[in-house]
T-cell receptor, first 117, second 115 residues
């Protein structure tokens, strides 16, 4: 398996623009997570899905952020409009859930480094 | 809800020195515990994990961690570090249950190994 795939790897945009980050989880994993990593706040969970359904979005900072998972192999995290304080590395991770005995081990993608000017 | 504390935010060691990174968690029940490593510019990778059984867990690259239930601790150790161990290390905890539970990560400890 190729692991968790994220695109783009780097994104530079201007304030006010819409940004869409993409993630393909490991096949067969029931859980998908979006994290944001910054120097100041460390690794923050934004939202997670189980079987394509959003379960906990309490970490989403505000209404400018939205996430979807239209099918088991694809998820997007959208920021509209983007602001400089959104600059961070965004990680997607997946977890096997029941198939993995609910070990809760997470497999991370390479991340998207977002810079909002 | 559970929480994780990593006391050392930045550690600098010379090669061959011994390493111990502290991790304490807060949760009233049984837990699963993890250490993840993030090498510069890369994503998080699992270093080792504890679910049950022997509290001394051995992971990749010579790392080990000991679960001490009475102290709510899961410290990471390596007897002799190498320059290639320079990375950020994250402790994580999740309740141990029959269903999925959210994983809580610590703030991370940056380790710098000087040749």
């Amino acid at each position: 398996d190729a692991g968790v795939i994220q695109s783009p790897r780097h994104e530079v945009t201007e304030m006010g623009q819409e940004v869409t980050l993409r993630c393909k989880p490991i096949s067969g994993h029931d859980y998908l997570f979006w994290y944001r990593q910054t120097m100041m706040r460390g690794l923050e969970l934004l939202i997670y899905f189980n079987n394509n359904v959003p379960i906990d979005d309490s970490g989403m900072p505000e209404d400018r952020f939205s996430a979807k998972m239209p099918n088991a192999s694809f998820s997007t995290l959208k920021i509209q409009p983007s602001e400089p304080r959104d600059s961070a590395v965004y990680f997607c991770a997946s977890s096997p859930g029941l198939a993995g005995g609910y070990s809760n081990e997470q497999f991370f993608g390479p991340g998207t480094r977002l810079t909002v000017l | 809800a559970q929480s994780v504390s990593q006391h050392n935010h930045h550690v600098i060691l010379s090669e061959a020195a011994s390493l111990e990174l502290g991790c304490n968690y807060s949760y009233g029940g049984t837990v699963n515990l993890f250490w993840y490593v993030q090498y510069p510019g890369q994503h998080l990778q699992l270093l080792l994990k504890y679910f049950s059984g022997d509290p001394l867990v051995k992971g990749i690259k010579g790392f080990e961690a000991e679960f001490i239930k009475s102290k709510f601790s899961f410290n990471l150790r390596k007897p002799s570090v190498q320059w290639s161990d320079t990375a950020e290390y994250f402790c994580a905890v999740t309740p141990h249950s029959g269903g999925y539970q959210k994983v809580t990560f610590g703030i991370g400890t940056k380790l710098q190994v000087i040749p």
